[in-house]
């Protein structure tokens, strides 16, 4: 095991009774009692049943110390979205085989966690990987993780929980939704025209051709040029050259607390927009104007939404007016030939209309008809596959 799965030591440990335990002790007790007075057989099942009880706590305790638990790799996952968690444990035990293991990854909720994942047997000496079963709640960068390996092994009469807290590298992505067609909201057909579908190959205009970039599909490959040129060549048609479509999704939000659940809607509506033009081949920009502004260069295909995504991972909310600083990127994107869209939790507040631009207000009621924040059964997102890499 590596250096790392050493220095995994747990942080905690418990002894509980098991139901066998619970129902075990009494009887143990009376046969003790009864052994007293009539002592021969009796008195031996008494001191054997006593003895049973006796051994059982340090056995237990002693078999789940040997087990060795080595943190996950690094991954990025969906938040809300269930995911698969590869932990490595080894039974540092030369005699003992370690038997009905059970794992449970998040802070305990009541007395017990649901287990997210199981091991019959592990033999002494032996190293294997679980797949554990876990569910982050909220977006972010996650660098530590508690997990509880449960074990009542060996007389099953008494269950001991060990709680470790693992350094992991776990990225949430926002959620994503689902989308309607913006070009029938307000002012938005008029001008940006964006769910155009996407026209057959031989509709557009050859431009020439130009290298493969990672994370681009292969269906334009020129493969006889490929050949010749000992790399990947696409071919390049008129609609490529669109303008990218620039979201501005303004960080700056009114309000206390309560406006938390308001800005993360309007995050995930970011994500799921990225996602809705890069699907269909759309080059997306993606500023986040606040305080600390950033803006991130996303191109066609799975490499361009995971850049996207990786930043609103990690976007936090400031506190102060949003329609300020969103207007000047919009009117600036606009002035460049780029396809502006805003997105604001601006509580229905006066957002200012910026000409050429699009300005999506999570708090506006007719919103809820283009936008639902689950995703529908079947539609998987472009990097579903390779979420978890």
Not at 96 to 107: E, H
Not at 253 to 267: H, I, K, L, N, T
Not at 335 to 363: K, N, Q, S, T, Y
Not at 372 to 381: D, K, L, W
């Amino acid at each position: 095991m590596s250096s790392a799965a050493e220095s995994a030591r747990p942080a905690r440990s418990a002894l509980r009774l098991t139901t066998a335990g619970r129902a075990f002790l009494p009887f143990a007790l009376a046969a003790l009692f009864a052994g007293w007075g009539l002592g021969g057989t009796g008195g031996l099942l008494g001191a054997t049943a006593l003895a049973l009880c006796a051994c059982a706590p340090p056995l237990a305790w002693l078999h789940a110390r040997s087990l060795a638990v080595a943190p996950p790799s690094p991954a990025r996952v969906f938040a809300g979205e269930s995911f698969v968690l590869w932990i490595t444990v080894r039974n540092r035990s030369r005699l003992f085989t370690a038997r009905d293991l059970l794992f449970a990854c998040g802070p305990a909720r009541g007395r017990a966690r649901r287990p997210g994942g199981h091991l019959p047997c592990l033999r002494a000496g032996e190293e294997r990987h679980v797949a554990v079963a876990h569910r982050l709640p909220e977006r972010g960068r996650v660098r530590a993780l508690p997990l509880a390996l449960e074990s009542a092994w060996p007389l099953g009469l008494v269950r001991c929980r060990l709680e470790f807290e693992l350094p992991v590298d776990l990225l949430a992505l926002p959620r994503l939704g689902s989308l309607g067609d913006l070009g029938r909201l307000p002012a938005g057909r008029a001008r940006l025209q964006l769910d155009n579908p996407r026209r057959a190959s031989g509709d557009e205009e050859f431009r020439g051709v130009r290298e493969w970039r990672a994370g681009e599909g292969q269906r334009r490959v020129h493969w006889k040029l490929s050949a010749r040129r000992g790399r990947t060549i696409l071919r390049e048609y008129e609609r490529e050259s669109e303008a990218p479509v620039h979201l501005v999704l303004a960080t700056r939000a009114a309000g206390a607390a309560a406006r938390v659940p308001a800005f993360e809607r309007a995050v995930s509506l970011c994500a799921t927009v990225a996602e809705h033009f890069l699907r269909r081949g759309r080059r997306v920009r993606l500023t986040l104007a606040g305080d600390a502004r950033a803006r991130i260069d996303a191109p066609r295909g799975r490499v361009g939404l995971l850049r996207a995504l990786a930043a609103l991972a990690e976007v936090a909310r400031e506190e102060g007016e949003p329609f300020g600083v969103l207007a000047a990127e919009l009117s600036a994107a606009a002035r460049r030939g780029e396809v502006p869209i805003g997105i604001v939790a601006g509580r229905r507040a006066r957002a200012a209309a910026v000409p050429g631009a699009l300005v999506l207000d999570v708090d506006d009621p007719s919103l809820e008809r283009f936008f639902h924040p689950g995703r529908p059964h079947g539609v998987r997102p472009l990097l579903a596959a390779g979420a978890g890499e």
